[in-house]
C-alpha cells in the first residue's frame, strides 16, 4: 500500500491556502459593494438635505403648505400679506345675527365690541412649524402638509361693550321670576307664603361662549340666544308643608356664642323661616351662607405684626405688641348651622351654637423686634374721668404721655413722681382742682393722681411688688366709676409717691392709652411672663360715716349762673382688700392694702365770670 500525500507549499496546507483566498476574494467584493451603499446613502441624504434648504429659503418668513387663516389658504404668504387677507376677510363680517324666536337682533363688530388683532394672528401663523426643536418642526410641517391647520382669527372684546349689547338684548326677553315668600304676621302670628312666579332669563356666559365661537370662525349665520328658565314657584302642596314648617318655628331662636370676646348673636324666628327651602323640604344653605358671611364680617380680624423703637435709655418711642387674628370658619360653622336648625325645627326647642373660628398669626411675634423681654402683656388697669373739667384732662393726657414707652430695668424700683417729673405751670401743666390739706383747691396739675391710680391698678395686676402706696384722703367719684372702693394711689410732689419694683427676670415697658371720647385711661405693662398668678378680694368697707353739707366754689372760668358739680357727695369710711401672688405652691405677695377716708362732701363749680 503507498501512501497519499498532499503537496504542501509553505507552512500550510494547500486547501487551506484555497479557503484564505477564497474569503480575501469575498471581503473585497463585499467591502467594493459597501462603499457603494454608502456612496448611494450619502447622496440620498444629500438630496434630502438639499431639499430642505430649498424649501426652508422658499418659505422662508412664509406660511407653510396647509396652513389657513379664516377659512383661507396662507402658503406662501408673508406676514403683511396674512394680516392683509385677514382684514379683507374681517371687515367682510358686518355683524352677528342674534335670534331668540321669531325676534333677531343684528349687532355690529363695534357694538358689541369686537375687533382683531391680524398681527397676532400672523404671527400665530408664521409660527406653525417653526416653535418647535428641528425634527420637531419638520414632523409638522409634513402633518400639515397632509391635514392641514386652520388658525382662527384672534378675537379682542371690549367686555364693557359685550356686557353692555347683551343687557340690552336681555333687557327685551328676560321675564324676571318672583321667588316665594315667607313670614310672620305679628298680629295673630301666622305664617303666611306666597307661591312666587316662575320666569326666564338669558343665559348670558352661554352666550358669550358662542359669540367667540363665531367671531373666530368669521361667521355671519345666526346665533340661537340661549334661555334659562327660572321655576322658583311653589306648588300648592309645597306652600301648605312651608307653611306648616314655618308656624311650628314661631317663637324659636338659636343663640351663636363666641367665647373669645364674650359676645352672642341671636338668630330669631323671622330669620329663621327664611332660610326654610320650600322646594326641598330642607334648608336653604346658600341663604345661611350668606348670613355667615356677614357675621365673619363683624369678628374677623387679622393678625397684626409688633413694632418696636427704642429713641433713648429707657424709653421707646413706638410700640404695638404682636396680636394673633381671628378668622370665622364659614364653611365649618355653615353646616353646624343648618344641622342646629333642623334640630331645632325638629325637636321644637331653642338651639345654641358656638361660633367656629381659628387663630392666625402674626409674621413677627413681640419678642423678635426687641431684646428687651418685652414679650407679652403682664398686667393692666384703667380708670375713666367723666365730667372731669377741661384743665383736668389735659393733665391727666399729659402725664400719662410723659409715661408712655418707659423700660424698667429688672429689680428696679420705679418711682411715679421721679418719672412723671416737677409737675406745675413752668412744665405746662394747667389748674385744676386738687385735694391739699383737707380741702379742694386750683392746683398746678389737677388730675394726675388718677394717673398714678390708674398705674397702681396695673401694678396689682401684673403680680409686681408695691413699695410705696398712699390712699387718697377723701373717696373720689372718679376711681369709683366702673370699680370697687379703695384701688387709688394719690401723687404730690415730692411726696407722698407710688413705686413698685420690676422683680421679673426682663424689662417692663409701659404703654398708655388715652381716650378722650370715652373719657378711658389704660395701662398696660409688658414683659415676660413668669406665671405667677395674682388673686385680689372684693372691697370691705366698715366705720361708715355721712358726709358733710354740699360745697360750693366759686369758679371764674365758667361763666356766671353756671353750676357744674365735680365731685359726688361720699360717706366716709374704712377700706381694704387683699392681695395675694402666687408662682405654682410658691407664694410671691401677700399684703392687706387699706384705705381710711374721711367723709367727702358734694362739690359744685359756681360761675363767676362776666362779659
Given at each position: 500500500m503507498s501512501e497519499v500525500t498532499e503537496e504542501v507549499s509553505g507552512p500550510y496546507p494547500k486547501s487551506i491556502q484555497q479557503a484564505g483566498r477564497s474569503w480575501i476574494y469575498n471581503m473585497t467584493m463585499l467591502i467594493r459593494k459597501s462603499k457603494s451603499l454608502v456612496t448611494l446613502i450619502g447622496l440620498a441624504m444629500a438630496g434630502v438635505l438639499i431639499c430642505a434648504a430649498l424649501f426652508e429659503v422658499k418659505y422662508q418668513e412664509k406660511a407653510f403648505p396647509g396652513v389657513k387663516v379664516a377659512g383661507k389658504e396662507v402658503e406662501g404668504m408673508n406676514k403683511a400679506e396674512i394680516q392683509i387677507l385677514l382684514k379683507t376677510e374681517s371687515e367682510k363680517m358686518s355683524g352677528l345675527w342674534l335670534g331668540w324666536g321669531i325676534n333677531k337682533w343684528v349687532v355690529s363688530p363695534d357694538e358689541i365690541g369686537l375687533t382683531y388683532d391680524v398681527q397676532q394672528t400672523a404671527d400665530i401663523a408664521l409660527k406653525v412649524g417653526r416653535d418647535g426643536k428641528p425634527i420637531q418642526n419638520w414632523r409638522m410641517r409634513l402633518q400639515i402638509f397632509r391635514q392641514g391647520r386652520e388658525i382662527g382669527p384672534v378675537a379682542v372684546w371690549d367686555t364693557k361693550k359685550t356686557d353692555i349689547a347683551i343687557a340690552e338684548i336681555a333687557g327685551q326677553i328676560d321675564l324676571p321670576a318672583r321667588e316665594p315668600e315667607i313670614m310672620i304676621v305679628r298680629a295673630n302670628n301666622v305664617v303666611v307664603v306666597t307661591s312666587g312666579e316662575n320666569g326666564y332669563e338669558v343665559d348670558r356666559l352661554a352666550l358669550i361662549k358662542d359669540l367667540e365661537r363665531a367671531a373666530e370662525r368669521l361667521d355671519n349665520n345666526r346665533i340661537d340666544i340661549p334661555i334659562v328658565q327660572l321655576r322658583p314657584r311653589l306648588?300648592?302642596?309645597?306652600?301648605?308643608?312651608?307653611?306648616?314648617?314655618?308656624?311650628?318655628?314661631?317663637?324659636?331662636?338659636?343663640?351663636?356664642?363666641?367665647?373669645?370676646?364674650?359676645?352672642?348673636?341671636?338668630?330669631?324666628?323671622?330669620?329663621l323661616i327664611t332660610w326654610l327651602d320650600g322646594a326641598s323640604d330642607g334648608w336653604k344653605r346658600y341663604k345661611v351662607s350668606e348670613w355667615v358671611k356677614q357675621l365673619a364680617q363683624a369678628i374677623d380680624r387679622p393678625a397684626e405684626d409688633a413694632t418696636f423703637k427704642f429713641v433713648e435709655p429707657g424709653k421707646v418711642e413706638e410700640f404695638k405688641p404682636a396680636k394673633e387674628g381671628l378668622k370665622v370658619k364659614q364653611e365649618e360653622l355653615t353646616d353646624e348651622i343648618v344641622r342646629a336648625v333642623e334640630k331645632v325645627e325638629l325637636e321644637g326647642n331653642n338651639g345654641q351654637l358656638a361660633i367656629l373660628t381659628e387663630k392666625t398669626w402674626p409674621e413677627i411675634g413681640t419678642g423678635e423686634v426687641n431684646n428687651f423681654g418685652i414679650n407679652e402683656r403682664i398686667g393692666m388697669g384703667e380708670s375713666w374721668f367723666s365730667g372731669s373739667i377741661t384743665n383736668r384732662i389735659f393733665n391727666l393726657k399729659k402725664a400719662a404721655e410723659k409715661l408712655n414707652g418707659t423700660l424698667i430695668p429688672p429689680e428696679e424700683v420705679f418711682s411715679f413722681n421721679e418719672h412723671v417729673g416737677e409737675?406745675?405751670?413752668?412744665?405746662?401743666?394747667?389748674?385744676?382742682?386738687?385735694?391739699?390739706?383737707?380741702?379742694?383747691?386750683?392746683?398746678?396739675?389737677?388730675?394726675?393722681?388718677?394717673?398714678?391710680?390708674?398705674?397702681?391698678?396695673?401694678?396689682?395686676?401684673?403680680?409686681?411688688?408695691?413699695?410705696?402706696?398712699?390712699?387718697?384722703?377723701?373717696?373720689?367719684?372718679?376711681?369709683?366709676?366702673?370699680?370697687?372702693?379703695?384701688?387709688?394711689?394719690?401723687?404730690?410732689?415730692?411726696?407722698?409717691?407710688?413705686?413698685?419694683?420690676?422683680?421679673?427676670?426682663?424689662?417692663?415697658?409701659?404703654?398708655?392709652?388715652?381716650?378722650?371720647?370715652?373719657?378711658?385711661?389704660?395701662?398696660?405693662?409688658?414683659?415676660?411672663?413668669?406665671?405667677?398668678?395674682?388673686?385680689?378680694?372684693?372691697?370691705?368697707?366698715?366705720?361708715?360715716?355721712?358726709?358733710?353739707?354740699?360745697?360750693?366754689?366759686?369758679?371764674?372760668?365758667?361763666?356766671?349762673?353756671?353750676?357744674?358739680?365735680?365731685?359726688?357727695?361720699?360717706?366716709?369710711?374704712?377700706?381694704?382688700?387683699?392681695?395675694?401672688?402666687?408662682?405654682?405652691?410658691?407664694?410671691?405677695?401677700?399684703?392687706?392694702?387699706?384705705?381710711?377716708?374721711?367723709?367727702w362732701q358734694a362739690v359744685y363749680l359756681r360761675g363767676t365770670k362776666t362779659n
Open positions: 306648588s300648592d302642596e309645597q306652600v301648605a308643608r312651608l307653611t306648616g314648617r314655618g308656624q311650628k318655628l314661631i317663637g324659636k331662636n338659636l343663640i351663636l356664642t363666641l367665647a373669645e370676646i364674650d359676645q352672642k348673636w341671636e338668630v330669631g324666628d323671622e330669620q409737675v406745675s405751670a413752668d412744665t405746662g401743666y394747667k389748674q385744676a382742682y386738687i385735694i391739699k390739706e383737707g380741702k379742694t383747691i386750683l392746683g398746678d396739675g389737677g388730675g394726675v393722681c388718677q394717673v398714678s391710680t390708674t398705674l397702681f391698678r396695673a401694678v396689682l395686676n401684673a403680680g409686681l411688688p408695691v413699695e410705696e402706696r398712699t390712699a387718697h384722703a377723701y373717696r373720689v367719684s372718679y376711681y369709683e366709676e366702673k370699680y370697687q372702693v379703695g384701688f387709688d394711689a394719690t401723687v404730690f410732689q415730692p411726696s407722698p409717691d407710688f413705686k413698685f419694683r420690676n422683680d421679673t427676670p426682663a424689662y417692663v415697658l409701659i404703654q398708655t392709652e388715652f381716650n378722650e371720647k370715652e373719657k378711658h385711661l389704660v395701662f398696660r405693662l409688658y414683659g415676660t411672663s413668669d406665671g405667677r398668678l395674682v388673686t385680689l378680694s372684693k372691697s370691705r368697707i366698715w366705720e361708715v360715716t355721712a358726709p358733710p353739707p354740699d360745697l360750693y366754689i366759686d369758679d371764674p372760668t365758667l361763666p356766671a349762673g353756671t353750676v357744674k358739680q365735680t365731685e359726688h357727695a361720699a360717706k366716709g369710711s374704712k377700706v381694704a382688700f387683699d392681695w395675694k401672688v402666687t408662682r405654682g405652691e410658691e407664694i410671691l405677695q401677700e399684703r392687706t392694702f387699706y384705705s381710711n377716708y374721711r367723709p
